[in-house]
């Protein structure tokens, strides 16, 4: 069964909201995906580790673990090809 998503809002400053756009659109990826993911690679580096996602679900479950699987995979070989993003901004 898949776990559920919650709808959440938030409010973002221009530059912030271009650059989310400009970073889903350049890893072909949804701008929930970028989130997550931002989320998880920054929680990382402060040292919390909590398993998100899993196997099964609905269709769109699966293509929401893809979009992170997609921009995980981009973003480590953005650039500089050493270590994680939150690694590579420090």
Do not use: F
Request: hydrophobic fraction near 35%; proline fraction near 2%; glycine fraction near 12%.
């Amino acid at each position: 069964m898949a776990k559920p998503k919650y709808a959440t809002s938030l409010r973002l400053s221009p530059d912030a909201k271009r650059l989310l756009e400009e970073l889903a659109r350049s890893l072909g990826v949804t701008k929930s995906a970028v989130l997550e993911l931002a989320i998880r690679e920054y929680a990382r580096s402060q040292g919390m580790v909590l398993r998100i996602g899993g196997e099964g679900g609905d269709e769109a479950g699966k293509r929401r673990g893809e979009d992170h699987a997609t921009a995980e995979r981009q973003l480590s070989h953005a650039g500089d090809d050493s270590g994680t993003a939150a690694e590579r901004q420090r």
